[in-house]
């Protein structure tokens, strides 16, 4: 594979492909690891959901405004920042001696996770200025995004069993600081500021708002749903996003463009991203607590018997572009949804772990269904806006996705946490099973659901087709923000 002609743009590719590749590979790599940290931190599910959830909350609520950043005030300057960013969050996690400096240091990385990677596609776009190649620089990246949510369970197997939890955070610094040097050598810098645009009060809003649903859904398992203290964070969190919804409705330039929800298919497009998240990556996490807590298997042998999902996605990607070029994004999305929706419900019937054959066939299923559910709804996003809007469309769907990840690990680890509330050790791998079956069923009615939005909203096109701007949004002349 010839990335580029010249030393100097090469080494600009590897950078950027570099940094992707730790970014996304600290999303799975860290759900082998979840029941050693428990252990060496003497923390429960809930720290696990707050170690998962630090590192998406920040990368769901900062990634609309990552790549703007860049396009502002210097993408090399901006992607370089990003990367030392990640490197000292690495090194917090690694040397975290307590829960709650392990979770700041998670919080580090999805800041800086939202940095790199819309940071890293800036630059690659910049280095390439012809547009096949582009588009086919932007297919290996792809495939190096792929292989690093490929990787992460194995990898993590591997260095949990053979030197600890915090190895899976080490192995970032060499990797990241070879990055940073290539990077400042070989990537020019660049910047667009009359077309890009900061949105600080909605992205504090954003935050906020994220953060109080959240940390109010982990913690009811010590405060109960009819506390006052839920009541009050949810009623807090529900007045925050209230205000962040009429930010984003009247700035010129707002980090979500809210204006563009009017559309229903827009709307269903991205609601149903949040259910995905939500049921597909938050079982992806609490499947690993259960095979190593419940079952006794080991990090390697755990991540091992979840490469069949991570595995299956990538052939189901390809197949889902070439449905979506020929038939629309649609089809392959239901089928997607179905196929995800399935496998948990199929999940929940089984004593996972120990059922092998028919565990790892429902694993293959739910990789499939990932693989033809998440690329074409972007591509069904970018159909429904106009064009100077593609970049914020395609994150906008990208974001709702992890947004609804920080969701599922908080409702289904909470669910979960309950069940295991009053368990000894004559019943804590049956109630640990009745808990996972009842995440497994709402993980799967929830991206079920998520079908169900999609089979209701008709008239999308072969991705072929041109792309024109809905006359419900003709009014909605916002300027660009890549």
């Excluded at 492909?17 to 428990?38: E, H």
């Excluded at 959240?214 to 807090?236: D, K, V």
């Excluded at 755990?302 to 052939?315: C, D, E, N, R």
């Amino acid at each position: 594979m010839t990335l580029s002609t010249t030393p100097r743009r090469r080494g600009t590719l590897i950078a950027a492909f570099s940094a992707t590749f730790i970014a996304l590979l600290d999303l799975t790599i860290v759900a082998v690891a979840l029941p050693a940290m428990q252990t060496d931190l003497h923390t429960t599910i809930t720290g696990s959901q707050w170690i998962v959830d630090a590192f998406s909350i920040c990368l769901a609520a900062c990634m609309l405004s990552g790549g703007s950043l860049g396009d502002r005030y210097g993408r090399k300057r901006w992607f370089l920042i990003g990367m030392a960013l990640f490197l000292a969050g690495s090194l917090l996690c690694a040397l975290a001696p307590t829960l709650g400096y392990l979770v700041a240091g998670r919080a580090v990385q999805g800041t800086a996770a939202a940095l790199l990677v819309p940071g890293a596609l800036s630059i690659i776009g910049q280095a390439e200025p012809d547009p096949v190649r582009r588009a086919r620089l932007l297919g290996y990246w792809g495939m190096c995004a792929s292989a690093a949510v490929l990787a992460g369970p194995i990898i993590g197997g591997l260095l949990v069993d053979g030197f600890g939890w915090p190895a899976i955070f080490l192995v970032n610094l060499p990797i990241g600081a070879a990055a940073i040097l290539l990077g400042r050598r070989t990537i020019d810098e660049s910047a667009d500021p009359d077309h890009a645009a900061l949105d600080p009060a909605g992205q504090a809003l954003g935050i906020v708002t994220l953060a109080i649903l959240i940390y109010a859904i982990i913690e009811t398992r010590a405060n109960g749903w009819g506390s006052l203290i839920t009541i009050t964070l949810l009623a807090l969190a529900v007045a925050a996003g209230t205000a962040f919804v009429i930010v984003e409705w009247r700035q010129a330039t707002p980090m979500l463009p809210v204006r563009l929800l009017a559309d229903r298919r827009f709307a269903s497009v991205n609601a149903a991203s949040v259910l995905l998240g939500f049921g597909a990556n938050g079982a992806f996490t609490l499947l690993s607590l259960y095979l190593q807590q419940a079952q006794g298997h080991g990090a390697l042998a755990t991540g091992l018997l979840l490469a069949p999902m991570t595995v299956a996605i990538m052939p189901a990607s390809v197949l889902a572009g070439r449905l979506t070029a020929s038939r629309g994004p649609r089809l392959p999305m239901l089928l997607g949804y179905a196929l995800i929706g399935a496998s948990l419900l199929g999940l929940a019937t089984l004593d996972i772990g120990r059922s092998l054959l028919a565990t790892g066939a429902l694993f293959v299923l739910c990789g499939i269904g990932q693989g033809l559910a998440i690329t074409p709804a972007v591509a069904a996003a970018l159909q429904l806006v106009p064009r100077q809007r593609s970049g914020v469309a395609s994150a906008t769907v990208n974001t709702a996705r992890q947004a609804g990840s920080a969701l599922g690990i908080a409702v289904l680890g909470t669910i979960l946490s309950q069940s295991l509330a009053n368990a000894d050790p004559t019943t804590f791998q049956r109630l640990y099973g009745t808990g996972m079956r009842d995440v497994m069923l709402t993980a799967g009615t929830a991206v079920l659901a998520g079908a169900l939005l999609l089979a209701l909203q008709r008239g999308w096109r072969p991705a072929t087709a041109d792309t024109h701007e809905p006359q419900a949004r003709q009014k909605d002349r916002i300027r660009p923000t890549p």
